[in-house]
């Protein structure tokens, strides 16, 4: 089944604990973006990977580092995560062949919470 | 700057009554254009998009979208509301095709 996974599907921690939410699709997809929902903001992009080794910052990348070493997998890293970093989480990915325009896939999304 | 503005965070509408869903863009380049929909405790999908072509785009579920440029609008409509169209939705837009922005959602009711 095609799909996008993401663990954990929850997370509690605590301020400055160093985490990482996993990210890998299976749909060979060049494209993969993490996003957060946050109630009244929608979603916001925070960084966003157009293959390998290629990433860049979406609107609200502070606090938050990513790699891409392998094209099935984005994990998001936070270093030292802070109370203002809880929210609900979501990995992305789709085709990219050069133009916009494609349908993301939307993993089941991650709530972190940061006491 | 918001690129995109949805209009109205909580809509209700009776059972068969129409849906119209307000999503407006700020650009004078038309975008990449989306509608997803999220219903509780899941991720986000596609119900349609529009890419340049028609500007009637045809989705999912019954739903349907118009692209007017000059209005820089993309509302989503169906034309009778059904109990299991309950959910959030989220218009987005992208310009480059790897940036992208979202509204901040409409969440819609439907009354029996």
């Known amino acids: 089944e095609a799909q996008v996974t993401q663990n954990p599907r929850y997370l509690i921690t605590v301020t400055g604990k160093k985490l990482t939410v996993t990210c890998s699709q299976n749909?060979?997809?060049?494209?993969m973006s993490w996003y957060r929902q946050d109630p009244g903001l929608g979603l916001r992009q925070i960084y966003y990977s157009m293959n390998v080794e290629v990433t860049d910052k979406g609107d609200v990348p502070e606090g938050y580092k990513v790699s891409r070493k392998e094209k099935r997998n984005f994990p998001l890293i936070l270093e030292s995560p802070s109370p203002n970093q809880t929210s609900l989480y979501f990995c992305a990915s789709s085709p990219y062949l050069g133009t916009g325009g494609y349908e993301q896939y939307f993993g089941p999304g991650t709530r972190l919470t940061v006491t | 700057a918001q690129s995109v503005t949805q209009l109205g965070s909580h809509v209700s509408v009776s059972e068969g009554a129409l849906v119209l869903l307000r999503c407006n863009y700020s650009?004078?380049?038309?975008?990449?254009l989306f509608w997803y929909v999220q219903y509780p405790n899941q991720g986000l999908q596609l119900l349609l998009k529009y890419t340049s072509a028609a500007t009637l785009v045809k989705g999912i579920n019954g739903f349907e979208a118009e692209f007017k440029k000059s209005e820089t609008s993309f509302h989503l409509t169906k034309p009778s509301a059904h109990m299991s169209d309950a959910a959030e939705y989220f218009c987005?837009?992208?310009?480059?095709?790897?940036?992208?922005?979202f509204g901040t959602g409409t969440s819609l009711t439907v009354i029996p």
């Open positions: 650009s004078s380049v038309p975008p990449y």
């Open positions: 987005a837009v992208s310009f480059t095709g790897n940036q992208f922005y």
């Open positions: 749909m060979n997809h060049e494209y």
